[in-house]
């Protein structure tokens, strides 16, 4: 089996799970996501994994399932996901708490996710109104600190989900990660949120303050750094290579 990943190849988990794979028989190209690749280029593989969000890598898989190649997480999944409007329609149907959102901007306290046209950037919070129609405007619901974030796995049997709580980015410059035990609310989130973007990893950015439990972000290119997932990721990897989803 030939996978192309459209991402890094120094990328510090992704890296070893091709590791992973090869000694599985699995042979791993790294391509750049800068790059547009055509359907011709990609004729030798029998998978694609987009790894990193950008326009070159959206059209090549979008082109690429055009002709019939299978991609990992498909172009539909990463559109899903990249528009935060549309993220939180498709999380308020399977019945998933977000926190107000508007691209009007909002009164009071907000949280700013600035975006270009295939690219997320740093939030920041500020007080509102104001409105920039490349920005995504979230209500800011104090939860002291600490974002939970969420790394889905789905295989064939199962979906497995990792929790790391970690300073929030929005607040503190560092980031500081440490896996906690994944509770049924948290596994629940996790298995409604792959059918809810039909994907088969996903990022899940929460909160959980005294008021609940808020779905704040969700990434189909996430990094699983404090996981130790790459085993996982390559059995998600292997299953989608030989259809047996």
């Given amino acids: 089996m030939e996978l192309g990943i459209l991402g890094p190849e120094d990328h510090d988990v992704f890296g070893q799970v091709a590791d992973v794979l090869e000694d599985r028989d699995?042979?791993?190209?790294?391509?750049s996501p800068e790059t547009y690749h055509s359907p011709d280029d990609l004729e030798a593989y029998d998978g694609i994994f987009l790894k990193k969000s950008r326009k070159p890598g959206f059209q090549t898989l979008r082109d690429a399932e055009r002709e019939g190649i299978p991609t990992f997480n498909g172009f539909r999944t990463h559109m899903k996901t990249?528009?935060?409007?549309?993220?939180?329609?498709?999380?308020?149907?399977e019945g998933l708490e977000v926190p107000e959102g508007s691209s009007e901007g909002l009164e009071g306290d907000t949280v700013v996710k600035p975006r270009t046209e295939t690219m997320r950037e740093e939030p920041w919070r500020e007080y509102g109104p104001k409105t920039d129609i490349n920005h995504f405007y979230q209500r800011f619901i104090e939860n002291g600190g600490i974002d939970y974030k969420l790394y889905v796995t789905d295989l064939p049997d199962k979906t497995t989900v990792r929790a790391i709580s970690a300073d929030s980015k929005l607040l503190y410059d560092q980031d500081d990660r440490t896996q906690v035990e994944t509770d049924a609310e948290i596994q629940e989130i996790g298995e409604r949120c792959i059918k809810a973007f039909d994907a088969r990893i996903l990022g899940i950015d929460l909160i959980r303050p005294d008021s609940g439990t808020y779905v704040v972000d969700i990434n189909a290119a996430p990094s699983y750094r404090g996981t130790d997932d790459e085993a996982v990721l390559a059995d998600s990897l292997e299953a989608f290579l030989y259809d047996e989803f």
């Fill in 26 to 31: 699995v042979s791993v190209d790294f391509l």
């Fill in 82 to 93: 990249n528009h935060n409007p549309g993220s939180y329609w498709h999380l308020e149907q």
